[in-house]
C-alpha cells in the first residue's frame, strides 16, 4: 500500500498549516488550551472559533462549493483531520451541524429547509443537537416515546430525550419523534427541526465524572413544531435517521489520527516521569505496555486506511465504519487505563494536582468510558461486523 500523498495534496496540507499557524487563538500553539469554564464564556469562544473557520474557508471542507464547503476529495480530509489532530484545534461547537444535520438536509431537505438552516449551520449562528436517544431507546431508536401530535396547523410534542450533545448550547435540535404506531416499530417516526428556545423546552445537565458538562436531558412539555420543520415525509423518519447516521459513523473512524497522537503524548510522558532515576520507559513492564499500545494503535491506523480504500474505490463508507469505531473507542479506553497505571500513585492525583498541572490523564481515562457509547454501543457495533462483514445470521435475541 502507497502511504505517500500527491503533490496536490501535501500543497493542501501546506495551506491548512499555514492558516492555522496565523488564525489558532493566541497561545494556543504554546500550549495555552484552556477553554474558559463560564458556560457563555465558552460557547462564545466556540463559536467564534468557528466563525474564523468559516470565515478562512475551513469549516466544512467536504461541502458542496455552493453550499460553502471545497468540495474536498476523500484525502483531503484525512489531511484535515490529521493536522487538526497535530494541534490539538479547539473543538468544533457545530460538529453535529456541519457533519450531521447539513448533509442530511443537503440530501433530503426541502429547499426552504436549505435556505433557512445551513448557511447558519456553516458560520455557527446557529447551533444544533441531535434527539435521537431516550431513557428506554439508546441503541433501539425504534422503542422512542417521545410523541408528536397534529393539532390544526402544528404539532405538539411531549417527551424525553438523554445523552444530548451540546444541548445547552444548541439553537435546534434534530429530533425523532413518533407520530403513528403500527406493526412494524420502524414505521410511524417522523423527524422534525425543533426550535430549542421555545418555553416548551428544558435542557437539563448531566455532569460527566470527569467533572464536565457535555450532555443533557432535554424535556419537551408542548413544545411546537409545524409542516415546515418535518424533514422527508410524515412516519418515514426512518429512512432520514438513517442517512444522517451513515453520515455521524463515517467522521467517527477519522478518530484514529487523536488516538496516535494521544499515544505519541504517552510516549513523551514515560521518557519524562522517572522511577528510582530512570525514565518510566526504561522500566521492562512500561516498555512492554507501550509495545502492545504500539502496535494494536498502528494495526487500527491501518485497518482505518483499508477500509478508507474501499470507500474510494466504491464512491461511499460501507459496514467498515463499524471496525473502525469499535476499535478506536475500545483502545482508546485501554490507552488511558495504561496511562493511570504507568504512572502508579501519580495517576490518582487530579486537577491542580495533577502531573504538569492539570489532569489531561485522568480526564481523558474517565471520558474514554463514553466512547464506547456515543454513536453506536461496541455491542451494536460487533453486531454490525457480524452481520454485515462477516455473514452471520442476525442475534435472535433481537
Avoid at 451540546?166 to 417516526?189: V, Y
Avoid at 478518530?255 to 525514565?279: I, N, S
Wanted: proline share 3%; hydrophobic share 35%; charged share 25%.
Amino acid at each position: 500500500m502507497d502511504f505517500s500523498f500527491t503533490k496536490k495534496e501535501e500543497a493542501f496540507r501546506e495551506e491548512l498549516r499555514t492558516w492555522l499557524e496565523a488564525h489558532l487563538p493566541a497561545g494556543w500553539l504554546e500550549g495555552n488550551r484552556q477553554l474558559p469554564e463560564d458556560l457563555n464564556e465558552y460557547s462564545t469562544f466556540l463559536r467564534n472559533w468557528q466563525r474564523e473557520l468559516y470565515e478562512g474557508g475551513w469549516a466544512a471542507i467536504a461541502w458542496p462549493e455552493k453550499y460553502g464547503g471545497r468540495n474536498a476529495t476523500l484525502m483531503e480530509e484525512i489531511i484535515y483531520q490529521q493536522e487538526m489532530v497535530r494541534v490539538k484545534a479547539p473543538p468544533l461547537v457545530n460538529y453535529v451541524g456541519i457533519h450531521m444535520v447539513a448533509p442530511t438536509l443537503m440530501q433530503i431537505g426541502t429547499e426552504a429547509q436549505k435556505d433557512a438552516y445551513i448557511h447558519k449551520i456553516l458560520t455557527g449562528e446557529e447551533v444544533w443537537c441531535q434527539g435521537y436517544s431516550e431513557p428506554n431507546a439508546g441503541s433501539d431508536l425504534t422503542a422512542i416515546q417521545t410523541t408528536a401530535i397534529k393539532e390544526g396547523d402544528k404539532w405538539v410534542i411531549n417527551g424525553q430525550k438523554v445523552w444530548t450533545s451540546f444541548g445547552h448550547l444548541a439553537d435546534r435540535c434534530f429530533l425523532l419523534a413518533r407520530t403513528s404506531k403500527g406493526e412494524k416499530k420502524h414505521k410511524g417516526i417522523t423527524v422534525f427541526l425543533l426550535d430549542m428556545k421555545q418555553p416548551g423546552v428544558e435542557t437539563r445537565p448531566i455532569i460527566q465524572m470527569d467533572g464536565k458538562h457535555d450532555f443533557n436531558e432535554v424535556y419537551l412539555t408542548d413544545a411546537i413544531a409545524y409542516d415546515a420543520d418535518i424533514v422527508g415525509e410524515v412516519d418515514e423518519g426512518w429512512r432520514v435517521m438513517i442517512a444522517l447516521l451513515m453520515h455521524e459513523r463515517t467522521g467517527i473512524g477519522g478518530q484514529v489520527f487523536t488516538l496516535e497522537q494521544q499515544f505519541a503524548d504517552l510516549v513523551v510522558l514515560t521518557k519524562e516521569l522517572q522511577e528510582e532515576g530512570r525514565p518510566l520507559l526504561k522500566q521492562p513492564f512500561v516498555r512492554k505496555t507501550m509495545v502492545d499500545l504500539y502496535a494494536r494503535t498502528r494495526g487500527s491506523l491501518l485497518n482505518y486506511y483499508r477500509n478508507l480504500t474501499k470507500t474510494l474505490k466504491n464512491g461511499q463508507p460501507g459496514a467498515e465504519g463499524s471496525m473502525d469505531k469499535l476499535i478506536v473507542s475500545e483502545l482508546t479506553k485501554d490507552l488511558f487505563a495504561q496511562s493511570i497505571s504507568i504512572q502508579g500513585h501519580r495517576g490518582l492525583l487530579w486537577q491542580e494536582d495533577a502531573i504538569y498541572g492539570d489532569s489531561y490523564w485522568q480526564e481523558n481515562y474517565l471520558y474514554s468510558f463514553g466512547m464506547t457509547i456515543g454513536g453506536g454501543t461496541s455491542e451494536v457495533q460487533r453486531n454490525t461486523i457480524a452481520e454485515r462483514i462477516l455473514g452471520l445470521p442476525k442475534d435472535m435475541g433481537r
